[in-house]
Nanobody, 126 residues
Framework: QVQLVESGGGSVQAGGSLRLSCTAS????????MGWFRQAPGKQREGVSC????????FYADSVKGRFTVSRDNNKNTLYLQMNSLKPEDTAMYYC???????????????????WGQGTQVTVSS
């Protein structure tokens, strides 16, 4: 049974930082591209970042470029999202997801992400 468990969310003031983690089990983690998505209240879920199986290729939504950094440790089956210079508009539930393939398309197409975590809440106050 595949499980993705996010952690690291919380409440911070604008300009602050958080580091999200996503620990995977039940799958060969190193075979899958991994993504971070978020959903704010009343809005559609959107792609935030994607990292290929090796960690060598990453993609970011324009709204987070230069502020967020995605990384992974395949030895620990763990995905990370370092979030700096947080803004109130970053407030959302953040989800990690495992793709059915090892590379990222750059378009954050949700259909290629087969497994999803339950999410961790990030709240940024002004």
């Amino acid at each position: 049974q595949v499980q993705l468990v996010e952690s690291g969310g919380g409440s911070v003031q604008a300009g602050g930082s958080l580091r999200l983690s996503c620990t995977a089990s039940g799958l060969t983690f190193g075979n899958h591209a991994m993504g971070w998505f978020r959903q704010a209240p009343g809005k559609q879920r959107e792609g935030v970042s994607c990292i290929a199986w090796s960690g060598g290729t990453t993609f970011y939504a324009d709204s987070v470029k230069g502020r967020f950094t995605v990384s992974r440790d395949n030895n620990k089956n763990t995905l990370y999202l370092q979030m700096n210079s947080l803004k109130p508009e970053d407030t959302a539930m953040y989800y990690c997801a495992a793709s059915v393939v090892g590379i990222c398309s750059g378009s954050f197409t949700e259909g290629v992400f087969q497994y999803w975590g339950q999410g961790t809440q990030v709240t940024v106050s002004s």
